[in-house]
């Protein structure tokens, strides 16, 4: 059984669990580490008759990448070549990952673009100067651009919190994703680099909500099946069982007759199973 395949049953699989909710695939896009301007910040740094030139048109409409580029300094390191997206904002706000945290030593706080309370100072380093960027550095919260009409689909409201699965070789599910509906968007799922990591996010990837609530719920530890539950695992329950649990540890009763193709799904995963 090959990775397509698994995706294939996985998306199927998933609309089960979601209660037989429809679900619609959502092309999952990358964030990396990247800054965003004010026109105050942007000049300290590129100088007064500067402009900020446009380099490749961004998914979500009017956004786009430039071709200047930054540095970032904390305390304890620097980051070379960060990407600025335009158009310029009114406040400058700098989307990192925890582990770019980790390498400039400070403690940027996890919220939604645009939300900078309490966010972390850094200093930025232009062509042309310097700006001290206080209160500016976020970890951009997991969320999910639809059109009106997406969000009328998936009978998704703005600002409501859903849970969304992502398929692949390690399938993940991330719980407390926001979504943000606006005719100016395009259905997309914008996860970190961090993120990406953790469920193997590559060029094509698909996500789809598998749940859908008022608030953010904890990520729970998997429940163990009892031991009359689950007599036979077969490749639908296998791709099931992935796509609830997560990055979670697979629990089996020592009894449980476990088919071959459902082991294919677990190994493809790269889950551990474990008897008890």
Known sequence: MNLSQIEAVVARALEELAGGAPTFPIPVEVSARHA???????????????????????????????????????????????????????????????????????????????????AADLLVVGGHGCFEATGSAIIPKAHLHLRPQDAAAMEITDGMT??????????????????????????????????????????????????AGSRAEPLAPPARPSRDERRLITESAAIAMVAERGQGEIFLPRAAIVTPSALDVFRAARRQVTRY
């Open 36 to 118: 965003h301007l004010s026109e105050a910040a942007f000049r300290k740094l590129f100088g007064q008759k500067a402009a900020l030139i446009p380099r490749r048109v961004l998914s979500q409409p009017g956004e786009f990448l430039a071709e200047q580029r930054v540095k970032l300094a904390g305390p304890k390191g620097e980051i070379s070549d960060v990407a600025v997206l335009g158009p310029l904002r009114p406040h400058t706000q700098i989307e990192l990952s925890k582990t770019d945290c980790r390498h400039l030593g400070i403690e940027a706080p996890l919220r939604l673009s645009g939300d900078v309370s309490g």
């Open 162 to 211: 859903v849970s969304v699965a992502v398929g692949g070789e390690r399938p993940t599910v991330f719980k407390g994703v926001v979504a943000r509906v606006s005719e100016d968007f395009s259905l997309a799922l914008h996860i970190d680099t961090d993120e990406a990591g953790a469920c193997m996010a590559a060029a094509g990837s698909l996500a789809y909500v598998v749940a």
